[in-house]
């Protein structure tokens, strides 16, 4: 019973999180003329996995719907899983149209809403200029988005270490973040 909502969310929130940031690609590839640059900084691209990955795990092999006990002496609730609750077409499709949307909105706001037209698409870009700059918030934006949506996901009560996974997750962006200012950035 577990297994299937565990396995149905990791599965649905690990192709939501890569269609979310896929969206900014798409994009920046059709801003470009598909000139296969990068749509961020190298080291973003480089920590989007290991800081969207971990906490997903802990939390989901830590949580507890129900006790043992009740999941025993009941057995409607293990309906969910013929029946396909948690894993079929619309749940599916909706996941993805909320990717899609929460993907589109939160590059397009930041690099349109903080970039001119010349900033966009002039080569090459400035290191560091305007276009980094709202490209930074985007994927700021875009780690934010999802792991929000993963603690919208998660069964309460919250175990602690997957707590303490998602809060590691996102204090460790922070040094990222500060870093790619520095001389050492890649």
Not at 2 to 29: D, E, M, P, Q
Not at 91 to 98: C, R, Y
Not at 165 to 183: D, K
Request: charged share 10%; aromatic share 14%.
């Amino acid at each position: 019973r577990k297994s299937y909502r565990r396995v149905a969310t990791f599965l649905l929130f690990f192709i939501y999180k890569s269609v979310a940031l896929g969206w900014s690609y798409i994009i920046f590839a059709h801003t470009t003329l598909f000139s296969g640059e990068g749509a961020y900084p190298q080291w973003l691209d480089v920590i989007w996995n290991p800081l969207t990955s971990c906490a997903v795990v802990l939390i989901l092999v830590l949580d507890i719907d129900v006790l043992d006990e009740v999941a025993l002496a009941r057995p409607q609730l293990y309906m969910p899983g013929p029946a396909r609750r948690f894993f079929n077409a619309m749940v599916f499709g909706q996941w993805m149209l909320l990717a899609t949307i929460q993907g589109i909105v939160s590059w397009c706001v930041p690099v349109y809403g903080l970039t001119s037209q010349a900033e966009r698409t002039h080569r090459p870009l400035l290191e560091g200029g305007p276009f980094w700059q709202a490209s930074f918030t985007a994927f700021t934006t875009i780690f934010l988005v999802v792991h929000l949506k993963l603690l919208l996901v998660a069964e309460r009560p919250l175990h602690l270490i997957g707590a303490l996974a998602l809060a590691a997750e996102l204090l460790a962006y922070a040094p990222v973040a500060i870093g790619l200012g520095s001389p050492l950035a890649p």
